[in-house]
Protein backbone atom coordinates (compact mmCIF):
# COMPACT_ATOMS: atom_id res chain seq x y z
CA UNK A 1 0.00 0.00 0.00
CA UNK A 2 1.50 3.13 -1.09
CA UNK A 3 2.25 5.76 1.55
CA UNK A 4 0.53 9.49 0.94
CA UNK A 5 3.29 12.70 1.16
CA UNK A 6 2.34 15.18 3.82
CA UNK A 7 2.60 18.14 2.26
CA UNK A 8 3.10 21.63 4.61
CA UNK A 9 0.72 24.50 3.33
CA UNK A 10 2.17 28.22 4.00
CA UNK A 11 -0.64 30.56 4.21
CA UNK A 12 -0.31 33.60 2.29
CA UNK A 13 0.80 37.15 3.71
CA UNK A 14 -2.01 39.66 2.78
CA UNK A 15 -0.57 43.24 3.80
CA UNK A 16 -3.62 45.09 1.82
CA UNK A 17 -6.93 43.38 1.06
CA UNK A 18 -9.73 45.41 -0.60
CA UNK A 19 -13.09 43.86 -0.11
CA UNK A 20 -15.55 46.77 -0.97
CA UNK A 21 -16.27 49.41 -3.24
CA UNK A 22 -18.15 52.39 -2.55
CA UNK A 23 -17.81 54.50 -5.94
CA UNK A 24 -16.30 54.36 -8.77
CA UNK A 25 -16.19 57.81 -11.22
CA UNK A 26 -14.77 59.16 -14.19
CA UNK A 27 -15.24 63.08 -14.37
CA UNK A 28 -15.07 65.39 -17.58
CA UNK A 29 -15.08 68.70 -15.53
CA UNK A 30 -15.79 72.30 -17.53
CA UNK A 31 -14.06 75.29 -16.30
CA UNK A 32 -15.43 76.52 -13.30
CA UNK A 33 -16.85 74.01 -11.91
CA UNK A 34 -16.72 73.50 -7.94
CA UNK A 35 -17.52 70.59 -5.27
CA UNK A 36 -18.44 71.90 -2.41
CA UNK A 37 -16.83 69.18 -0.36
CA UNK A 38 -17.75 65.59 1.85
CA UNK A 39 -16.66 63.65 3.78
CA UNK A 40 -16.69 60.02 5.03
CA UNK A 41 -15.25 56.96 6.69
CA UNK A 42 -13.55 55.31 3.80
CA UNK A 43 -10.24 56.20 1.61
CA UNK A 44 -10.49 57.70 -1.78
CA UNK A 45 -8.07 58.46 -4.45
CA UNK A 46 -8.57 61.09 -6.87
CA UNK A 47 -6.14 60.83 -9.85
CA UNK A 48 -5.68 63.66 -12.46
CA UNK A 49 -5.61 61.95 -15.61
CA UNK A 50 -5.44 65.28 -18.14
CA UNK A 51 -5.91 69.15 -17.65
CA UNK A 52 -5.53 70.38 -13.54
CA UNK A 53 -7.55 70.92 -10.95
CA UNK A 54 -7.65 72.38 -7.03
CA UNK A 55 -7.98 69.87 -4.37
CA UNK A 56 -8.69 71.19 -0.73
CA UNK A 57 -8.06 68.49 2.19
CA UNK A 58 -9.37 69.76 5.40
CA UNK A 59 -7.10 72.86 5.97
CA UNK A 60 -4.59 72.22 2.84
CA UNK A 61 -5.21 72.94 -0.56
CA UNK A 62 -3.02 71.54 -3.47
CA UNK A 63 -3.19 72.10 -7.46
CA UNK A 64 -2.79 68.81 -8.94
CA UNK A 65 -1.93 68.35 -12.35
CA UNK A 66 -1.65 65.35 -15.01
CA UNK A 67 -0.42 62.81 -13.49
CA UNK A 68 -0.68 63.50 -9.62
CA UNK A 69 -2.96 61.47 -7.64
CA UNK A 70 -3.87 62.39 -4.19
CA UNK A 71 -5.51 59.99 -1.30
CA UNK A 72 -8.10 61.20 1.33
CA UNK A 73 -8.13 59.22 4.27
CA UNK A 74 -11.56 58.41 5.97
CA UNK A 75 -13.00 61.49 7.72
CA UNK A 76 -11.26 63.87 5.58
CA UNK A 77 -12.95 66.73 4.55
CA UNK A 78 -12.17 67.63 0.44
CA UNK A 79 -13.31 69.32 -2.28
CA UNK A 80 -12.41 69.74 -5.78
CA UNK A 81 -12.55 73.65 -7.92
CA UNK A 82 -11.60 73.88 -11.68
CA UNK A 83 -9.94 77.04 -12.21
CA UNK A 84 -11.36 79.50 -15.28
CA UNK A 85 -7.61 79.72 -15.97
CA UNK A 86 -6.52 76.40 -16.07
CA UNK A 87 -7.41 73.35 -18.63
CA UNK A 88 -10.60 71.52 -17.80
CA UNK A 89 -9.51 68.33 -15.95
CA UNK A 90 -10.61 64.31 -16.27
CA UNK A 91 -10.54 62.68 -13.16
CA UNK A 92 -10.35 59.37 -12.07
CA UNK A 93 -11.86 58.97 -8.51
CA UNK A 94 -12.35 55.43 -6.55
CA UNK A 95 -13.82 54.68 -3.02
CA UNK A 96 -12.88 52.24 -1.38
CA UNK A 97 -13.04 50.43 2.66
CA UNK A 98 -9.57 48.76 3.49
CA UNK A 99 -8.76 48.24 6.60
CA UNK A 100 -4.86 47.23 6.05
CA UNK A 101 -2.75 49.57 8.95
CA UNK A 102 -0.45 50.13 6.13
CA UNK A 103 -3.29 52.06 4.34
CA UNK A 104 -1.99 54.87 6.47
CA UNK A 105 1.05 55.50 4.54
CA UNK A 106 -1.11 57.19 2.37
CA UNK A 107 -2.33 59.80 4.36
CA UNK A 108 -1.57 63.68 3.40
CA UNK A 109 -0.43 61.65 -0.07
CA UNK A 110 0.03 63.48 -3.13
CA UNK A 111 2.17 61.99 -5.60
CA UNK A 112 3.30 61.92 -9.12
CA UNK A 113 2.76 58.69 -10.56
CA UNK A 114 5.32 56.80 -12.88
CA UNK A 115 4.92 54.72 -16.00
CA UNK A 116 4.31 51.35 -14.11
CA UNK A 117 1.72 53.15 -12.04
CA UNK A 118 -0.63 54.86 -14.49
CA UNK A 119 -0.42 51.60 -16.48
CA UNK A 120 -2.11 49.89 -13.37
CA UNK A 121 -4.51 52.71 -12.91
CA UNK A 122 -5.24 52.40 -16.42
CA UNK A 123 -6.10 48.76 -16.50
CA UNK A 124 -7.90 49.63 -13.26
CA UNK A 125 -10.25 52.41 -15.18
CA UNK A 126 -10.69 49.90 -17.67
CA UNK A 127 -11.61 46.93 -15.78
CA UNK A 128 -13.95 49.23 -13.68
CA UNK A 129 -16.26 49.74 -17.05
CA UNK A 130 -16.34 46.80 -17.86
CA UNK A 131 -17.48 45.63 -14.37
CA UNK A 132 -19.88 48.33 -13.77
CA UNK A 133 -22.74 50.04 -15.21
CA UNK A 134 -23.04 53.77 -16.16
CA UNK A 135 -23.24 56.82 -15.50
CA UNK A 136 -19.52 57.34 -14.71
CA UNK A 137 -19.41 60.42 -14.43
CA UNK A 138 -22.58 61.47 -12.01
CA UNK A 139 -21.15 62.94 -8.61
CA UNK A 140 -24.55 62.23 -7.34
CA UNK A 141 -24.51 58.52 -7.86
CA UNK A 142 -22.36 56.66 -5.86
CA UNK A 143 -24.31 52.73 -6.08
CA UNK A 144 -22.45 50.66 -7.88
CA UNK A 145 -24.24 48.44 -10.21
CA UNK A 146 -22.64 45.59 -11.70
CA UNK A 147 -22.76 44.40 -15.31
CA UNK A 148 -24.09 41.47 -15.67
CA UNK A 149 -22.55 41.11 -19.36
CA UNK A 150 -19.02 42.06 -17.27
CA UNK A 151 -16.28 39.17 -18.59
CA UNK A 152 -15.79 36.68 -16.18
CA UNK A 153 -14.50 37.69 -12.93
CA UNK A 154 -14.28 41.23 -14.04
CA UNK A 155 -14.84 42.45 -9.98
CA UNK A 156 -12.38 40.34 -8.78
CA UNK A 157 -9.45 41.50 -11.15
CA UNK A 158 -10.37 45.19 -10.67
CA UNK A 159 -10.00 44.52 -6.78
CA UNK A 160 -6.88 42.87 -7.73
CA UNK A 161 -5.44 45.41 -9.68
CA UNK A 162 -6.47 48.20 -6.58
CA UNK A 163 -4.42 46.18 -4.57
CA UNK A 164 -1.79 45.97 -6.53
CA UNK A 165 -1.16 49.59 -7.10
CA UNK A 166 -1.41 50.38 -3.27
CA UNK A 167 1.23 48.09 -3.01
CA UNK A 168 3.43 49.08 -5.73
CA UNK A 169 2.97 52.89 -4.50
CA UNK A 170 3.91 51.98 -1.00
CA UNK A 171 7.06 49.73 -2.41
CA UNK A 172 8.05 52.92 -4.54
CA UNK A 173 7.95 55.10 -1.03
CA UNK A 174 10.25 52.16 0.76
CA UNK A 175 12.39 52.67 -2.55
CA UNK A 176 12.01 56.13 -2.75
CA UNK A 177 11.78 56.49 -6.46
CA UNK A 178 7.93 58.65 -6.23
CA UNK A 179 8.85 62.14 -7.21
CA UNK A 180 6.73 64.40 -4.68
CA UNK A 181 4.41 67.25 -6.45
CA UNK A 182 7.06 69.58 -6.22
CA UNK A 183 9.87 67.58 -8.19
CA UNK A 184 9.89 68.47 -11.84
CA UNK A 185 8.77 65.67 -14.05
CA UNK A 186 7.74 65.40 -18.04
CA UNK A 187 4.26 65.47 -18.15
CA UNK A 188 3.01 62.05 -18.41
CA UNK A 189 0.00 60.85 -21.72
CA UNK A 190 -3.19 61.06 -20.74
CA UNK A 191 -5.16 56.73 -20.21
CA UNK A 192 -6.09 57.76 -24.26
CA UNK A 193 -3.40 58.57 -25.09
CA UNK A 194 -1.36 55.71 -23.18
CA UNK A 195 -4.39 53.51 -24.86
CA UNK A 196 -3.58 54.65 -28.37
CA UNK A 197 0.11 54.19 -28.09
CA UNK A 198 -0.27 50.44 -26.32
CA UNK A 199 -2.22 49.63 -29.68
CA UNK A 200 0.27 51.17 -31.78
CA UNK A 201 2.89 49.19 -29.98
CA UNK A 202 0.64 46.37 -30.62
CA UNK A 203 0.33 46.87 -34.07
CA UNK A 204 4.56 46.95 -34.16
CA UNK A 205 4.63 43.74 -32.91
CA UNK A 206 1.90 42.07 -34.88
CA UNK A 207 4.04 43.47 -38.35
CA UNK A 208 7.18 41.99 -37.17
CA UNK A 209 5.42 38.32 -36.41
CA UNK A 210 4.59 38.72 -40.06
CA UNK A 211 7.69 39.26 -41.30
CA UNK A 212 10.06 37.36 -39.28
CA UNK A 213 11.19 36.12 -42.46
CA UNK A 214 12.39 39.20 -43.37
CA UNK A 215 15.83 41.58 -42.29
CA UNK A 216 13.71 44.35 -41.19
CA UNK A 217 14.58 48.15 -41.50
CA UNK A 218 13.09 51.11 -39.23
CA UNK A 219 12.38 52.42 -42.38
CA UNK A 220 9.82 50.37 -43.43
CA UNK A 221 8.42 49.97 -39.97
CA UNK A 222 8.30 53.74 -40.17
CA UNK A 223 6.50 53.79 -43.46
CA UNK A 224 3.79 50.79 -41.93
CA UNK A 225 3.26 52.88 -39.36
CA UNK A 226 3.02 56.18 -40.83
CA UNK A 227 5.38 57.41 -37.89
CA UNK A 228 9.03 59.25 -37.80
CA UNK A 229 11.94 57.27 -36.48
CA UNK A 230 12.02 59.48 -33.32
CA UNK A 231 8.15 59.05 -32.60
CA UNK A 232 8.39 55.57 -33.42
CA UNK A 233 11.13 54.65 -31.65
CA UNK A 234 10.14 56.39 -28.53
CA UNK A 235 6.39 54.88 -28.37
CA UNK A 236 8.09 51.38 -28.82
CA UNK A 237 10.69 51.98 -26.40
CA UNK A 238 7.87 53.01 -23.88
CA UNK A 239 6.04 50.13 -24.24
CA UNK A 240 8.39 47.33 -24.38
CA UNK A 241 11.35 49.20 -22.85
CA UNK A 242 13.34 48.29 -25.77
CA UNK A 243 14.08 49.55 -29.56
CA UNK A 244 11.99 47.95 -31.95
CA UNK A 245 14.93 46.30 -34.17
CA UNK A 246 16.44 44.96 -30.85
CA UNK A 247 12.92 43.22 -30.36
CA UNK A 248 12.41 42.60 -33.65
CA UNK A 249 16.02 40.28 -33.55
CA UNK A 250 14.39 38.72 -30.23
CA UNK A 251 11.52 37.22 -32.20
CA UNK A 252 13.51 36.16 -34.57
CA UNK A 253 15.52 34.20 -31.85
CA UNK A 254 12.53 32.99 -29.94
CA UNK A 255 11.02 31.70 -33.05
CA UNK A 256 14.57 30.28 -33.58
CA UNK A 257 13.83 28.35 -30.31
CA UNK A 258 10.83 26.91 -31.10
CA UNK A 259 11.89 25.52 -34.14
CA UNK A 260 15.17 23.78 -33.14
CA UNK A 261 12.63 22.10 -30.14
CA UNK A 262 10.52 21.26 -33.11
CA UNK A 263 13.66 19.50 -34.84
CA UNK A 264 12.16 19.87 -38.19
CA UNK A 265 14.89 22.18 -39.53
CA UNK A 266 18.53 21.88 -39.57
CA UNK A 267 19.96 25.04 -38.29
CA UNK A 268 20.52 26.23 -41.57
CA UNK A 269 17.41 25.75 -43.13
CA UNK A 270 16.22 27.72 -39.77
CA UNK A 271 18.81 30.43 -40.33
CA UNK A 272 16.76 30.71 -43.99
CA UNK A 273 13.09 30.47 -42.75
CA UNK A 274 14.27 33.41 -40.42
CA UNK A 275 15.82 35.60 -43.01
CA UNK A 276 19.45 35.68 -42.28
CA UNK A 277 22.10 35.50 -45.42
CA UNK A 278 23.63 32.87 -43.38
CA UNK A 279 24.13 30.40 -41.26
CA UNK A 280 27.26 32.20 -39.63
CA UNK A 281 24.72 35.66 -38.94
CA UNK A 282 22.36 33.56 -37.24
CA UNK A 283 24.68 31.56 -34.73
CA UNK A 284 26.25 35.18 -33.88
CA UNK A 285 23.24 36.59 -32.99
CA UNK A 286 21.40 32.92 -31.24
CA UNK A 287 24.69 33.47 -28.81
CA UNK A 288 24.44 36.82 -28.73
CA UNK A 289 21.36 36.29 -26.88
CA UNK A 290 21.46 33.19 -25.55
CA UNK A 291 24.75 33.04 -24.35
CA UNK A 292 24.99 29.45 -26.13
CA UNK A 293 25.08 28.41 -29.83
CA UNK A 294 22.47 26.58 -31.63
CA UNK A 295 24.27 23.56 -31.51
CA UNK A 296 24.72 23.77 -27.21
CA UNK A 297 20.64 25.08 -26.87
CA UNK A 298 19.60 21.83 -28.36
CA UNK A 299 21.63 19.87 -26.06
CA UNK A 300 20.00 21.66 -23.26
CA UNK A 301 16.45 21.57 -24.57
CA UNK A 302 16.67 17.33 -25.54
CA UNK A 303 18.05 17.08 -21.89
CA UNK A 304 15.10 18.98 -20.45
CA UNK A 305 13.27 16.88 -22.46
CA UNK A 306 14.88 13.47 -21.15
CA UNK A 307 14.03 14.79 -17.80
CA UNK A 308 10.53 16.16 -17.80
CA UNK A 309 9.46 12.91 -19.80
CA UNK A 310 7.71 10.23 -17.55
CA UNK A 311 9.68 7.34 -16.35
CA UNK A 312 9.49 4.20 -18.05
CA UNK A 313 9.04 1.04 -16.20
CA UNK A 314 11.76 -1.17 -16.35
CA UNK A 315 11.24 -4.62 -18.38
CA UNK A 316 11.43 -7.68 -16.24
Not at 87 to 99: D, G, H, Q, T, Y
Request: aromatic fraction near 10%.
Amino acid sequence: MKRQMEFARHTLKEMIAVRKLISFHYFEFAKGYVFEGEQHDFWEFLYVDKGSVEVRADDRTHQLEQGMIIFHKPEEFHTVQVSQQHKPPNLFVLSFECASPHMARFENQLMRLGTKERNLLSLLLQEGFHSFEPPYDSSHTHELISNPEAPFASEQVMRNYLEMLLIQLIRQQDEGYLRDASSAARKPASFQTENTEEQMAEQMIAFMREHLQEPLKLDQLCKEMHLGKSRLKEIFHSRTGTGPIEYFKQLKIEEAKSLIREQHYNYTEIAAILGYSSIHYFSRDFKRSTGMSPTDYARTAKARVRLDAPSTPKRK
